[in-house]
């Protein structure tokens, strides 16, 4: 019974965690999530906002317990890191207004968690290093 408990709340975290992902691939492209385009007025506060989130240094409620630095991005890149690049990727190329100086310092964050950082493997780091920032 412990089993299928445990199972059934990786099976919703799972769903959860891909949810995020395809929610922030929504917004950092301009589609409005589950379906449709955000507002032509709406796009660009909503990918700033969103970027802001998921990059801030620490959580908008701060909790009672410390939390290591950039949880959000920590926590998408330690779901699934391929898909979390997956996402930066479409977003930086789907993108006339990311400047060349957001998307350094995107990248400069990442590599801080996953180089500096302990729990990334030496694949994910490599996979993934080998993307470049365009304009």
Do not use: W
């Not at 590599?111 to 920032?133: A, K, N, P, Y």
């Amino acid at each position: 019974m412990y089993l299928m408990v445990l199972c059934c709340v990786a099976l919703c975290q799972t769903q959860l965690g891909n949810k995020i992902l395809v929610y922030v691939s929504c917004c950092l492209t301009g589609h409005a999530y589950p379906s449709g385009e955000i507002a032509d007025d709406d796009v660009i506060r909503v990918k700033e906002s969103v970027l802001a989130c998921v990059t801030s240094l620490q959580p908008a409620q701060h909790t009672s317990h410390a939390q290591p630095a950039y949880p959000h991005l920590r926590t998408l890149l330690m779901f699934d890191t391929r898909a979390f690049f997956n996402v930066l990727s479409l977003a930086f190329d789907n993108t006339t207004d990311m400047s060349r100086a957001d998307k350094q310092r995107i990248v400069d964050i990442l590599l801080l968690l996953m180089v500096d950082s302990v729990g990334f493997t030496v694949t994910q780091v490599r996979h993934h290093s080998d993307t470049h920032v365009t304009s």
